[in-house]
């Protein structure tokens, strides 16, 4: 999952709690002493929540779909991919949300750790999380990641098995998702 799955899983709990879901990947380390309580527990949730999607059969099985010489850098892309799910299940083709709008708000008066300092303020300024909703802007984020990697662009030779893969993806995300709700005790929707 990534910002928008994140952040709707965390939409409940305090600005804080949303901010240290939303930064969590920018942060290294075991030890969240230096973080107030509720951001260190976001932090905490994101990493479960990651921990959760990451090792689930549903999403090991996607990964043995992608083509094996890309398989490594697969799991990026279904990160991406599930918030296109995530942004088309909220209906944000149709609409603003007020979540991501409180996301931005949140992400623009507070630092991100240098690891996402770059990348922040362009997800604020472009609007991802709601773009997210169009697949084809999620396939030109997913190349765009790739670009700050080293060497040759590995995401980009995968966007062509997202695309041909699309209905299986969004077969495996239907299924995975309310399991994920249900791990984590979330009512699905408000």
């Given at each position: 999952m990534n910002f928008l799955a994140h952040a709707w899983l965390a939409r409940g709990g305090s600005d804080d709690f949303l901010y240290g879901n939303l930064i969590a990947d920018g942060v290294k380390g075991s030890d969240l002493s230096a973080w107030p309580g509720a951001v260190a527990g976001g932090i905490r949730h994101h990493r479960r929540v990651d921990a959760y999607v990451d090792t689930h059969p549903i999403v090991r099985e996607a990964r043995s779909r992608a083509p094996r010489?890309?398989?490594r850098y697969a799991g990026i892309a279904l990160d991406l991919v599930?918030?296109?799910?995530?942004?088309?299940?909220?209906?944000?083709?149709r609409r603003r949300s007020a979540l991501v709008l409180r996301s931005y708000d949140v992400l623009r008066h507070r630092p991100a750790p240098t690891r996402l300092?770059?990348?922040?303020?362009?997800?604020?300024a472009q609007d991802w999380l709601h773009r997210y909703a169009d697949f084809d802007f999620t396939c030109g984020a997913v190349r765009g990641i790739g670009q700050r990697l080293s060497g040759p662009n590995r995401l980009a030779e995968l966007v062509p098995w997202l695309?041909?893969?699309?209905?299986?993806?969004?077969?495996?995300?239907?299924?995975?998702?309310?399991?994920?709700?249900?791990?984590?005790?979330?009512?699905?929707?408000?």
């Open positions: 010489p890309q398989r599930w918030d296109h799910f995530v942004a088309r299940e909220l209906g944000l083709h300092e770059h990348m922040v303020p362009a997800l604020v695309q041909e893969d699309y209905v299986w993806l969004e077969r495996d995300f239907r299924r995975l998702w309310p399991m994920l709700l249900d791990e984590l005790e979330i009512i699905p929707y408000d």
